[in-house]
Every structure is written in structure tokens, then in C-alpha cells.
């Protein structure tokens, strides 16, 4: 993806770094909690997206160097030209460098009714690991009553998902 490994670390890279130093991870809230673990345990990082919060379509995007991309500390940033972002049609990134760094603008809260769960993996054996932790993630919400899922695995030959 053109990224220095050693200055952006990828979510699961931050997430296990953090599971190392600390001896747990951190605590958001039962969703992000649960999408965190599996980050973990599959090395692969996970975004988690308050459909109610985007503009729809998203799109996984060259950045044009426009878009606005809120941190969690409130501060607005620009993502370079060609960045590769989750890019909304109100022109706002929603996670930038794939789904390394997410942005405030579609965080998950105790509000959230809808959600779109991303996994990304780009290694060798990568379907093998999006398709464990599918899994996963749809046994825990096989759980939750009244919780309904739609999973989809977007290739190059696949590239879109339309809901359920």
C-alpha cells in the first residue's frame, strides 16, 4: 500500500502493541470491544462504521486531498493526494490509509442502531483470515436477539456491497 510500516502501524498492529504494554485492551464500548479482540486475534484490523453517520455511498478511495477527516481529539485533517480513505458523498473520510486511523464523524456510540463492519487483510491467506473472522463476528451477533447480519467478501472481481 506504499505505507511505512514502522510509522503507521495498522489498527490490529496498534491494538495488539497495546495488549503487549498493558495486558488488556482498551474498553469503548461492547461493540468495539468485541470487533477489537477479533482484530486481535486475527491480526487483521476491523472498522466499525454508525451507518446513521455517513453519507451514503462510501466509497474506499484515492483522496483527493480535500476530503475532511475528523480525529477523535476534534481536530479536522486533510488526507494527502492519493491516500487511499473511506470517502462519503458529503466529501468527508471516514477512516484514511485503508481502515488504519478511523475518524470521529461515523464512531460508534451507545445510540448506534446499524453498523458496517469492514475487515481488511492483503496477506497471503488473507480470504482464510476474513472468512474466520466472519465467523466470529457473526456468531457473536447470532447471540444478540433480535440482531441481524448481511456479510459479504469484496475482491477486485466483487468490489461492491449493497446491504442486505
Known amino acids: 500500500m506504499g505505507l511505512q510500516p514502522t510509522q503507521v502501524r495498522c489498527a490490529a498492529e ?3 502493541r497495546r495488549l503487549r504494554q498493558d495486558g488488556q485492551l482498551p474498553k469503548v464500548n461492547a461493540l468495539v470491544d468485541l470487533c477489537n479482540a477479533v482484530s486481535v486475534h486475527a491480526a487483521a484490523p476491523i472498522a466499525i462504521f454508525d451507518c446513521a453517520r455517513v453519507a451514503w455511498p462510501l466509497s474506499v478511495a484515492h483522496a483527493q486531498g480535500d476530503e475532511e477527516f475528523l480525529t477523535f481529539s476534534g ?3 486533510h488526507p494527502a493526494e492519493t491516500e487511499v480513505v473511506f470517502v462519503d458523498a458529503a466529501h468527508r473520510a471516514h477512516a484514511r490509509k485503508w481502515a488504519h486511523r478511523q475518524s470521529s ?6 445510540s448506534t442502531e446499524s453498523v458496517l463492519i469492514v475487515i481488511e487483510a492483503f496477506h497471503d491467506g488473507a480470504s482464510s483470515t476474513v472468512a ?3 465467523a466470529w463476528l ?3 451477533f447470532y447471540r444478540v ?3 441481524t447480519t448481511a456479510s459479504r467478501v469484496l475482491s477486485a472481481s ?3 456491497f449493497l446491504g442486505a
Open 158 to 160: 466483487s468490489p461492491e
Open 132 to 134: 474466520s473472522s466472519l
Open 145 to 147: 436477539p433480535g440482531c
Open 138 to 140: 457473526d456468531e457473536a
Open 105 to 110: 464523524f461515523s464512531a460508534v456510540s451507545a
Open 14 to 16: 496498534a491494538l495488539l
Open 75 to 77: 481536530e479536522v485533517e
